[in-house]
């Protein structure tokens, strides 16, 4: 039976070394046998979302390796005065401020020779579709993230997606664009870069389970009791990860891994019942893949998000890179444990959302959103955030195929019923 393709849209293994056209940077048999490099192209890389936390791990990447990567493209939201010293770093050849109130004090003279200002969300839009860009860096937050990753789908680019709220909200309809276009989808999320590593040992058919390891977060060993207490202080302190605010609070209430159980539904097409999640507070082993002779396939590093993020620049080779090393030297363990379903409830509501798909990830997503952004204000209780996104989930007018209006539509309904909710 001929093995069941993995998604064309997701670059798989590498092709292997011989004769014929080298790629990017690939190797070449000379006629003789010996494998010979040839210089890498420069690729020219457009960082959506280069103020935050992934956009500045990208940056240090990049400006690592100025052989192999140049930054053509920078865009931020309302951090004006972070773009503007990267871009006096970086000397790339845009600066893109999404919000217009933002850039309106921006002088002349602020940015480097070379570098032009673009402004709003329509000017990221066609900027990333330009020729000048091989590879687009997806790490705006949260559902703004999902306009500029589908534009740079659309211009049939290759996209390094840390943004994994386009795929919770609309992962098959991104799929598809990227196969019609012609589009590469690589990701940067560390669970599904480990994954997507993996997988490079076998077909999809030999797949019995993608395993995403989790952190647990910082209150993997509280009690039921005290976690309704928790304040916003607590729940930014992670314990492994240094991230953007937003995703920090998702892997204390572990919404997190339920939006990536939703990413790799829809990124490695496989049903929601060949997904886990395992608790591993090291964060070490990145995620797993169980074949089904029973062998299972890990990916380990320390905890450095440098490490995906380069790997989805230069897919399908690797090169030396600034991200930190494993030392074996040193003692090192490795834990392992099932999530606990009464504390955090959020890990069903993924495998929910992952199983039923359609409308269901959009409206999860749109409901944590707006609960952590109310929970950062002091408007609502850390256990309040899974709990209302359990009733948004259930009392949304579920559909199997929704389009990308009927997406932004529930997007907004859930918005406004997670704004209803009163705290008991
Ligand atoms: P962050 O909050 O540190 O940075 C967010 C970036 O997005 C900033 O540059 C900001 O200017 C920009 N932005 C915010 N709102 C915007 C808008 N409306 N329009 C345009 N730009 C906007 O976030 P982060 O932690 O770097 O996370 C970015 C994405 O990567 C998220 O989707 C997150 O889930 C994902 N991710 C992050 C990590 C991590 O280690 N931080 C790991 C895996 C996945
Ligand atoms: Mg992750």
Same mark, same amino acid.
Not at 203 to 228: C, K, M, N, Q
Not at 322 to 328: E, I, N, Q
């Given at each position: ?66 052989? *192999? ?23 790339? +050849? ?27 969300? +329509? $000017? ?56 019609? *276009? ?141 991200? *930190?090393?494993?030392?074996? $030297?040193?003692?090192? *363990? ?91």
């Amino acid at each position: 039976m001929a093995p069941t393709p993995i998604p064309a849209t997701l670059a798989t293994a590498s092709p292997a070394p011989g004769p014929g056209p080298s790629s990017e940077h690939g190797p070449r048999a000379s006629p003789i046998g010996e494998i010979r490099r040839s210089p890498p192209a420069v690729l020219g890389v457009a960082v959506l979302g280069s103020t935050g936390s992934i956009g500045t791990s990208t940056l240090d990447v990049i400006a690592a390796a100025p052989e *192999r990567f140049r930054p053509h493209l920078l865009a931020a939201h309302t951090s004006v005065a972070a773009i503007l010293a990267q871009a006096a770093l970086h000397r790339p +050849d845009w600066v893109v401020i999404t919000d217009p109130r933002a850039a309106a004090g921006i002088g002349t003279g602020a940015l480097p020779a070379g570098t032009r200002l673009a402004v709003g969300p +329509d $000017a990221l839009d066609e900027l990333v579709g330009a020729p000048e860009v091989d590879r687009v860096v997806s790490a705006i937050v949260g559902a703004a993230g999902l306009r500029s990753t589908w534009a740079a789908l659309e211009a049939g680019k290759t996209v390094a997606l840390a943004n994994k709220e386009t795929l919770v909200m609309a992962g098959p309809l991104a799929m598809r664009l990227a196969a019609e *276009r012609g589009a590469t989808l690589l990701p940067v999320d560390s669970e599904h870069s480990a994954i997507h590593q993996a997988l490079r040992s076998g077909t999809s058919d030999e797949v019995a389970r993608l395993i995403l390891t989790a952190s647990g977060g910082p209150f993997r060993t509280r009690s039921r009791e005290s976690l309704a207490a928790v304040t916003p202080q607590e729940a930014l302190c992670h314990p492994t990860w240094s991230m953007g605010p937003k995703i920090t609070v998702d892997s204390a209430t572990m919404m997190n891994k339920a939006l990536e159980l939703v990413e790799a539904r829809w990124l490695f097409d496989l049903p929601g019942e060949k997904l886990a999640v395992v608790v591993h507070p090291q964060s070490v082993v990145h995620s797993m893949v169980e074949f089904v002779d029973g062998s299972v396939l890990a990916q380990l590093s320390p905890p450095d998000m440098k490490l995906p993020i380069q790997y989805a620049l230069s897919h399908p080779s690797r090169h030396d890179g600034p991200a *930190r090393r494993l030392d074996f $030297a040193a003692s090192l *363990r490795l834990d392992f444990e099932p999530p606990d379903p009464q504390r955090f409830p959020a890990v069903r509501l993924g495998h929910e959302a992952a199983t039923r798909g359609g409308t269901c990830g959009a409206v999860l997503n749109a409901a944590n959103e707006e609960a952590v952004k109310r929970f950062l204000a002091g408007g609502m209780r850390f256990t309040d955030i899974a709990e209302v996104c359990a009733r948004v989930l259930d009392g949304h007018a579920f559909q199997a195929e929704p389009s990308l209006d009927d997406i932004r539509r529930l997007d907004g309904w859930a918005r406004q019923e997670v704004a209803k909710w009163a705290s008991a």
